[in-house]
C-alpha cells in the first residue's frame, strides 16, 4: 500500500517544481536570447573620443551601456588594445576578464605610449547575469608630440626692425613655404602651435575650422600644440604652407605685451609613409619668407581688425611666384628652455552656430544698426554692397542708448570695430580671423546706401570652446526658463578656451572667483571637465612660491591682482567640484599638491584658526541697501567682513582637503585638516557669531551668515540659530538679495538647505530690483554684472564696472538642476555613479512642472515632475550601470507607483527609495507634503 503525501508535503514538491521549471526556461531562455548590445560612446581620459594628437601616455577609458532593461549593470569588463603596425593590428594590452562594475576612468596598463604612436581599443562587458555583449566598435588613439625632442622646427617671426608697436594692435604677419612631394602621401601629420593666433593653410586650403588656435595658456611654462590630419590637402609636385599670424593673447593689448613683442609660429609637417614612418619633415625654419604687406593692417583681441581687400595678395597662398616682391626671409628662434610644447588637452575654440538678424534700423541715412536677437560673443559676418575704396565700418554694442544708437561706454578702452576697405564695387563678403566681440547690436555704416537694405547683410557667429552640451532644464515659468537660457549664454560668451569674465570690453580676463562659483553650473550646462581641467593646470603654472593663486589666470602682466579670499580658492574648490561631478579621481591626483600648498598659503597665516585677508576683492559688487554706501577698500567689494570671508574659505578648504585626503589614501593629511577645520569651526562661531548666531563681529550681511552656513562650517544646533538670523536680516533688506558674486552663488540653495523656502523662492522668482527676473524684464538675454547694468526707469549704470555678459550670478544653475528638477551628485558615489534624485515638491514652488536632463559618463539622467488635481507625477530616469538614490518629502503611503518598481522607506525627510536602472513614474499625493520642510540634508 503506497503511503499518502500529506498536502504540505505535496505543495512543497510542487513549489520545488515550479521553481527548477521557472530557473530551467530562465536559463535556457538567456542562452538563447542574444548578448547584450555592445557598449558605446567610448571616451578617453576626459571625454575626448578618437583624439588626434593626444597628450596623455597612460589613457583611462570609459564607455557606457546600451541596455534599456531595468537593473542593467555591468559585472565586468575585458579591455584590448592594438598597436597598429603596417597593415596589422597587433596585441598590445589585454586587460583579461575584470570583476568590476567600473565603466568609467579605467586605467590603461600597457606599455607606456610614445609620441605618433596610433592604437586602437576596443571593450565588452559582461551584464547582471553574466552574460558577454559583444565587442564594440574600436576607438583610436593617436599621440600627439610628447617629447622636446621630437621637434625639428624653430620659431620663426618678422624682422624686428619691421615691428612697430601699434596703440591699437599690429598687422597680421604672412608667412609661407614651397615645398615638393614626389606622390601623393599615405599620410600626413601637421602639428602646430604659435605665439599668438594663427591660421593655417596648405595649397590654398584651411587645414581645420578652428578658431584662436592655439589658446591662452602661460606661455612662459606651457604651449599648446595642435594636431591635424593633413594627407588630403597634399597634391603631388609643388604644395604651399602657408600662415597668417597675429598678436592674440601673446602680444596684443590684452596682455600688455607681457610675454614677447610680436607672434611668432612654430609648424611641423610629417609625412608619412604606410608603415608609419616619418618620410619628409617640412617644418619652420629660415627657408620661409614674410610680409606684413597683406590685407589685415589691424589685428587685435580688444580693438578688433582693419582688412584693406586693395592689399590682397592674389594667389599668395598658392602661388610659391605670387607676391614674391613683398616677402623676406623669416628671423629664427630656437624652442623656448623651461616651455611645454603640450598637445592640446581640450576641444577647439569654433564658430558653434550663426545667429541670422531679427530686425533693423537707420540711426542716420547711411547708418544701419541690426539686431541679432541674442547677446553673444563671436565674429561679425557681413554680406553688404560696397564701393570701391570706401570703407565699410562694423561698430557693436550689447545695448541701445533710447535713440536706437549703440551704447558703448561699457566698452571703456577697447575699440572694439572691424573695418573693410573694397577694392571694388560689389559685394563684401567678410567675416574677421583674429579678434571677437562681445554684443548684440552691430551698427554699418560705409556701405553702398544706395542698395536697399537686406535683414541677410549681417549674422552673428556665435564663438566658443566645442564642448558637448549636456544639460537640459525645463519649467513651466517663462522668466525661469529664460534665467536659464542666460545662464547657458553666459557660459558660451565666456568659455572661449579660458573662463573669463566678460567678451567685450578691455578685460576679458580669466577671474578666478567667477570661475569657481560658476564650475558646478558649468559642468551641468556642457561636458567642462576637459576645460576646466586645463584652465587649473594654467593655474598651478601661476601659483606664487609661497601658494598664493592670482585672481587671475593666466595672470600675464596683471600682478596687481594677487591672492584674493574667494577667488585664489578655485585652486581647491574646483578639483573637488570636478571630482565629484565627474566621479574623475586623476584631478584629486593631479591637483592635490596645489590645494595642498594654497591651504599651506592660509595656514601660515592663521592666527587661532583664522586669518584676513584685507585686500580683497570679498563679496564683489554687492548691492548698496537701501539709504546706506557700501564700505571696504574698494566701494565695490561689499560691508562682509574680509575677515569672516577668508576664515570662511579656509575652513572650507579644511573640509575639502580632510575629504581628498581620506580619499587618496592620506590618513596623516586627513587628520591634520580635519583638526583645522574644527579648530576654524570653533574660532569662527566663538570671533564672529554672540550665542544667538547673531553676526557681530564686522557688518551684518547676508553673506556673513551665508558662507559659514554653506560651507558647514558650524554644528548643526547652532546652525540653525545662525539660519534664523539671516532670515531676519533678509526680511530687513525687504526680502530681496543683498549679495554679491561670493554670497550670490550660495544664497538660494542654503536657504533651502536650512529649511527657508519661502525665503529662497520670494528671492529666485523676484521681479523687484536686485533679482534675476528684474534684469530679464529689462531685456536681458544673459546674466549681468551688476543686477542694474541698466534699468527701464534709470538708464544705465555705472559704465566702468557694466558688462552686459557676466556669468558669475548664474551660478543659481546649479540650484535649478539639483532642486527644483532634482539631479545632483554624491560625494560618496561620484561622476552620477549613484545619482540623488530630490526635487522639491511643494506649493511654495509657484510651478506646474520641471525638467532636467543630464547626460552623464553612464547615460542620460532625467528627473521631471508635473502637478496635476491628484498631485506631482514624478518621472525619473537612471542609466545602465548607475543607481539612483529618490528622495521624497512625504510618507512612503503618499506615493504610489505609475511604472516601475519601487520601495520606499521612511526617513527623518521623508520618504526614499534605492533605484536602479531604468525608467520610474509615480504620483505624490496631494496635500501629503508640508509647506516647510526643516533641515533638509541632501546627501
Not at 598687422?171 to 609661407?176: E, G, H, I, T
Amino acid at each position: 500500500m503506497v503511503e499518502q503525501m500529506s498536502r504540505p508535503r505535496l505543495l512543497c514538491i510542487a513549489f520545488l517544481t515550479l521553481a527548477l521549471t521557472s530557473l530551467y526556461n530562465h536559463a535556457h531562455s538567456m542562452a538563447s536570447s542574444p548578448p547584450p548590445q555592445p557598449p558605446n560612446s567610448l571616451t578617453v581620459n576626459e571625454g575626448r573620443i578618437d583624439p588626434l594628437g593626444f597628450h596623455d601616455p597612460t589613457p583611462v577609458f570609459s564607455w557606457k551601456l546600451q541596455d534599456d532593461r531595468s537593473g542593467a549593470h555591468q559585472t565586468a569588463y575585458q579591455i584590448q588594445a592594438f598597436k597598429k603596425d603596417a597593415s596589422k593590428n597587433l596585441l598590445l594590452w589585454d586587460s583579461g576578464k575584470v570583476q568590476s562594475d567600473q565603466s568609467v576612468y579605467v586605467e590603461y596598463k600597457g606599455p607606456t605610449l610614445k609620441s605618433r604612436e596610433n592604437i586602437s581599443w576596443k571593450v565588452r562587458y559582461w551584464d547582471q547575469f553574466n552574460e558577454a555583449s559583444n565587442w564594440s566598435n574600436s576607438s583610436v588613439i593617436e599621440m600627439g608630440l610628447l617629447e622636446k625632442s621630437d621637434w625639428k622646427a624653430s620659431w620663426i617671426h618678422q624682422d624686428p626692425s619691421d615691428f612697430k608697436a601699434g596703440n591699437n594692435g599690429n598687422p597680421a604677419v604672412y608667412l609661407r613655404k614651397t615645398f615638393n612631394i614626389k606622390s601623393i602621401p599615405e599620410s600626413a601629420r601637421l602639428y602646430l602651435t604659435a605665439k599668438g593666433v594663427v591660421d593655417f593653410r596648405i595649397n590654398g586650403q584651411p587645414v581645420s575650422g578652428d578658431a584662436f588656435i592655439p589658446g591662452w595658456t602661460n606661455y612662459n611654462q606651457r604651449i599648446d600644440v595642435y594636431t591635424y590630419d593633413v594627407t588630403s590637402l597634399l597634391v603631388q609636385g609643388e604644395n604651399i604652407l602657408a600662415a597668417s599670424i597675429a598678436d592674440g593673447w601673446y602680444a596684443g593689448t590684452i596682455s600688455d605685451r607681457f610675454y614677447g613683442k610680436y607672434p611668432e609660429l612654430l609648424a611641423q609637417l610629417e609625412i608619412r609613409t604606410k608603415e608609419g614612418k616619418v618620410s619628409q619633415r617640412i617644418v619652420t625654419d629660415d627657408s620661409w619668407s614674410y610680409t606684413i604687406q597683406g590685407p589685415i593692417t589691424l589685428a587685435d583681441i580688444y580693438h578688433g581688425e582693419d582688412y584693406d581687400a586693395r592689399k590682397e595678395i592674389v594667389d599668395w597662398d598658392t602661388s610659391s611666384s605670387a607676391g614674391k616682391d613683398l616677402f623676406s626671409p623669416v628671423k629664427t628662434a630656437p624652442l623656448d628652455t623651461g616651455v611645454k610644447l603640450s598637445p592640446k588637452p581640450f576641444r577647439n575654440v569654433r564658430s558653434i552656430e550663426s545667429l541670422p538678424s531679427k530686425s533693423f534700423h537707420h540711426t542716420d541715412e547711411e547708418t544701419l544698426v541690426y539686431d541679432v536677437g541674442q547677446n553673444m560673443a563671436g565674429w561679425i559676418h557681413i554680406k553688404v554692397p560696397g564701393k570701391e575704396g570706401q570703407k565699410i565700418t562694423i561698430r557693436m554694442a550689447e545695448m541701445l542708448n533710447d535713440d536706437g544708437t549703440l551704447y558703448r561706454d561699457s566698452y571703456r578702452t577697447a575699440r572694439s570695430m572691424a573695418t573693410y576697405i573694397p577694392k571694388q564695387d560689389g559685394t563684401v563678403d567678410y567675416t574677421q580671423t583674429f579678434t571677437f566681440f562681445g554684443f548684440r547690436y552691430v551698427e554699418i555704416s560705409g556701405y553702398d546706401s544706395t542698395e536697399e537694405p537686406q535683414l541677410s547683410w549681417v549674422t552673428g557667429e556665435v564663438l566658443h570652446t566645442d564642448f558637448p552640451r549636456t544639460g537640459t532644464f525645463q519649467s513651466s515659468n517663462s522668466k525661469l526658463n529664460q534665467l536659464y537660457q542666460n545662464i547657458v549664454w553666459g557660459q558660451k560668451g565666456n568659455f572661449l578656451d579660458i573662463p573669463t569674465d566678460c567678451p567685450q570690453r578691455d578685460e576679458r580676463w580669466g577671474w578666478t572667483g567667477d570661475a569657481q562659483v560658476f564650475a558646478p553650473t558649468a559642468l551641468f550646462n556642457f561636458d567642462s571637465h576637459a576645460f576646466l581641467a586645463s584652465y587649473l593646470d594654467t593655474m598651478r603654472s601661476e601659483m606664487g612660491e609661497d601658494g598664493s593663486i592670482p585672481s587671475v589666470v593666466p595672470k600675464a602682466h596683471l600682478d596687481i591682482f594677487g591672492n584674493s579670499a574667494g577667488w585664489g580658492d578655485a585652486a581647491f574648490i574646483m578639483p573637488w567640484e570636478l571630482y565629484v561631478r565627474t566621479g574623475d579621481i586623476s584631478v584629486l591626483k593631479e591637483f592635490y599638491p596645489m590645494m595642498v600648498r594654497h591651504f599651506d598659503y592660509y595656514d601660515r597665516k592663521a592666527i587661532d584658526g583664522l586669518v584676513d585677508e584685507p585686500k580683497s576683492f570679498a563679496d564683489w559688487l554687492q548691492p548698496k541697501r537701501y539709504g546706506t554706501e557700501t564700505v571696504g577698500w574698494d566701494e565695490r567689494s561689499g560691508e562682509t567682513s574680509t575677515y569672516l570671508i577668508a576664515s570662511s574659505y579656509y575652513g572650507l578648504g579644511a573640509s575639502i582637503l580632510q575629504k581628498s585626503a581620506a580619499i587618496l589614501g592620506k590618513p596623516e593629511d586627513s587628520d591634520r585638516f580635519s583638526a583645522a577645520y574644527s579648530k576654524t569651526s570653533e574660532s569662527i562661531k566663538s570671533k564672529f557669531f554672540d550665542e544667538n548666531g547673531r553676526v557681530i563681529e564686522g557688518t551684518e550681511t547676508q553673506t556673513a551668515y551665508l558662507l559659514p552656513l554653506a560651507f558647514d562650517l558650524l554644528d548643526p544646533k547652532f546652525s540653525q540659530k545662525v539660519a534664523a538670523r539671516l532670515s531676519e536680516r533678509i526680511e530687513r533688506d525687504q526680502n530681496r538679495l543683498n549679495t554679491g558674486f561670493l554670497g550670490t552663488s550660495v544664497l538660494i540653495s542654503t536657504l533651502e538647505k536650512y529649511g527657508l523656502l519661502d525665503q529662497a523662492v520670494s528671492i529666485l522668482f523676484s521681479d523687484r530690483y536686485p533679482s534675476w527676473f528684474y534684469s530679464i524684464d529689462q531685456g536681458a538675454t544673459t546674466i549681468w554684472e551688476r543686477w542694474n547694468s541698466y534699468s527701464k526707469e534709470d538708464g544705465f549704470g555705472d559704465a566702468s564696472m557694466n558688462s552686459f555678459n557676466h556669468y558669475a550670478y548664474g551660478a543659481v544653475g546649479s540650484f535649478l538642476f539639483e532642486r527644483i528638477a532634482g539631479i545632483a551628485p554624491t560625494e560618496r558615489s561620484p561622476g552620477y555613479k549613484q545619482v540623488v534624485i530630490q526635487p522639491i515638491l511643494n506649493d511654495l514652488i509657484p510651478l506646474k512642472s520641471a525638467n532636467a536632463t543630464l547626460d552623464s559618463r553612464y547615460g542620460e539622467i532625467e528627473s521631471s515632475w508635473e502637478r496635476t488635481l491628484e498631485g506631482w507625477i514624478v518621472t525619473v530616469v537612471i542609466p545602465p550601470n548607475s543607481s539612483g538614490k529618490i528622495k521624497i518629502p512625504t510618507k512612503p503611503t503618499s506615493i504610489s507607483k505609475i511604472t516601475g518598481e519601487l520601495l520606499f522607506t521612511s526617513t527623518d525627510y521623508g520618504s526614499e527609495a534605492n533605484a536602479t536602472a531604468g525608467t520610474y513614474k509615480f504620483l505624490v499625493a496631494e496635500n501629503a507634503i508640508e509647506p516647510q520642510v526643516e533641515n533638509r540634508r541632501t546627501n
